[in-house]
Nanobody, 120 residues
Framework: QVQLLESGGGLVQAGGSLRLSCAASGSSFSIATMSWYRQAPGKQRELVAAITSGGTTNYAASVKGRFTISRDNAKNTVYLQMNNLKPEDTAVYYC??????????????WGQGTQVTVSS
């Protein structure tokens, strides 16, 4: 069982920055991949960025060069540094933990989401 606790969302002007944090707790298993997803009004939830336990990263084309994902494996915490924010980045951002091959009964866990609003 994994619980994900998110923080760092808020309101920011276009061109500004925010850093989201997500701490995973309650699991004795290693988390293979930690990711950030987002869902804007009227849109499907989409992958923003992902990072494996080995440090390999992947980004959505829309955020590449502006966002940086990182993780602290010892703390099972993932961060999303968001720079040069645009109004189209406005969404609820969700943290996801993928236990991969180490999972028991549940492989994927989700945070409750944190609102990011970018004003023009």
């Amino acid at each position: 069982q994994v619980q994900l606790l998110e923080s760092g969302g808020g309101l920011v002007q276009a061109g500004g920055s925010l850093r989201l944090s997500c701490a995973a707790s309650g699991s004795s298993f290693s988390i293979a991949t930690m990711s950030w997803y987002r869902q804007a009004p009227g849109k499907q939830r989409e992958l923003v960025a992902a990072i494996t336990s080995g440090g390999t990263t992947n980004y959505a084309a829309s955020v590449k060069g502006r966002f940086t994902i990182s993780r602290d494996n010892a703390k099972n915490t993932v961060y999303l540094q968001m720079n040069n924010l645009k109004p189209e980045d406005t969404a609820v951002y969700y943290c996801n933990a993928d236990l991969g091959r180490t999972y028991s009964t549940v492989r994927y866990y989700w945070g409750q989401g944190t609102q990011v609003t970018v004003s023009s």
